[in-house]
């Protein structure tokens, strides 16, 4: 705080300067006599005072001793001829002045220029008194902790004319002056300041509560002192999360865990990731052990390969027509000829290893007699052939005995071969 203070109005300070009077330049300037000067410059010593009044404006005082030396009897110093014992007096000038520098820049730079000027006073000899305007400038140096170093130029113009042409009153100085500051100014200023209070900031993220949207949550400045958001409450902030809408997880990078078949069943958990299957099979499809195109829970014979139409189970039904050929009876009767009974086991084998299907057991005659006649007797022989299959251990729930007589020829009646084929027994898988 004290050196921000100082960067900006100078504390007061004491200092010191060597400097050389010149006479003889001021005179050539001024078109006073040079008679005795011969070049001569009058080494001396300041004493100085300064403070800040602004940033750009100090306030000098200065108390300046000179030893001078005439050193002929030609022409007057201050309004006081020489005679011709004086040749080489010396005599003390004293000089006072009040000065404000105007400094272009602020004391922070390491180097300021500035120009002076002010009011003066010169006391020659202990007894002759001149008003001068002193005015000039120099250069500031700043050599750290508010001390300065100073190299300045003063020409002190004489206000009263209290001499004749050869009455030598304007003169240069140049000096070499330094300043430090005073101790007890230095604890006026810092007793002086007041420190800033700083803004709080409750969660202590470094943007104070005023701008702060999340004053008690830290945060960072881009979200205005909130956290980075998680929109969809993941657990994955929005700037890292790939899916900032919908809820996942940090391995898939805020992403759910991904469906790649798109069956509901996301692929950490889906035996079959590439398939879309369901959650009975662990995310495969329905399997078909049997390959037949009828998956196992539709496939009433899975493990036996077999046709939609048969719900997945062999084609019997080509099977018993081929067995149907062999059935007999004993002319002119329901007595199941002897030699159609291993053709009937094959039916009832068929039957035990296919228990999904039932059976139509249907009775057909030729056009020979009358037609209820024919189909009673076609009913009768049908009922034969279930009665066998129901004794040999086939449910009667599953069996169907109808007799149709004569009215669903498969041949012309009016050949012999033709009412052959007419007679027969047609066995009919229904699932």
Known sequence: MYAQDSSTIKVPSIGGA??????????????????GWNGYLAPGINLLYTRGLYTHYDFVATLGVTNTKYKNNQGSFYNHP????????????????????????????????????????????????????????????????NSYLYL????????????????????????????VPLHIANKAVTKAIVPI????????????????????????????????????GDGVNDEIDACPTIPGIARYNGCPIPDIDHDGINDEQDSCPNVAGIAKYHGCPIPDSDSDGVNDEEDKCPHEAG???????????????????????????????????GVLDQVIALMMKYPDFSLEIQGHTDNVGKPLSNKKISQVRAEAIKNYFVKKGINISRLNAVGYGMEKPIALNKTATGRALNRRVELHAQY
């Open 18 to 35: 060597l400097f050389l009077k010149d006479f003889p330049t001021a005179a050539k300037i001024f078109g006073l006599s040079q008679n």
């Open 82 to 145: 020489l005679g011709k014992g004086d040749i080489g007096s010396e005599r003390i000038l004293i000089d006072l002045n009040a000065l404000v520098n105007y400094k272009f820049l602020t004391d922070i730079h390491p180097v300021v220029p500035y120009f002076s000027g002010g009011l003066g006073v010169s006391l020659y000899d202990g007894s002759y008194v001149l008003p001068c305007i002193p005015l000039g400038g120099g250069l500031q140096f700043n050599l750290g902790k």
């Open 152 to 179: 300045q130029t003063l020409l002190d113009l004489g206000i009263i004319n209290t001499s004749t042409k050869h009455g030598t009153k304007e003169n240069f100085n140049y000096s070499l002056g330094f300043s």
């Open 197 to 232: 209070p700083a803004e709080t900031d409750t969660d202590g993220d470094g943007i104070p509560d005023s701008r702060d949207k999340c004053p008690t949550v830290a945060g960072i400045a881009k979200y205005d002192g909130c956290p980075i958001p998680d929109t969809d």
């Open 307 to 341: 046709t939609l139409q048969n719900h997945g189970c062999p084609d019997v039904q080509t099977k018993m027509n081929e067995l149907a050929r062999f059935i007999y009876f004993k002319t002119g009767s329901s007595i199941i000829a002897p030699k159609a009974f």
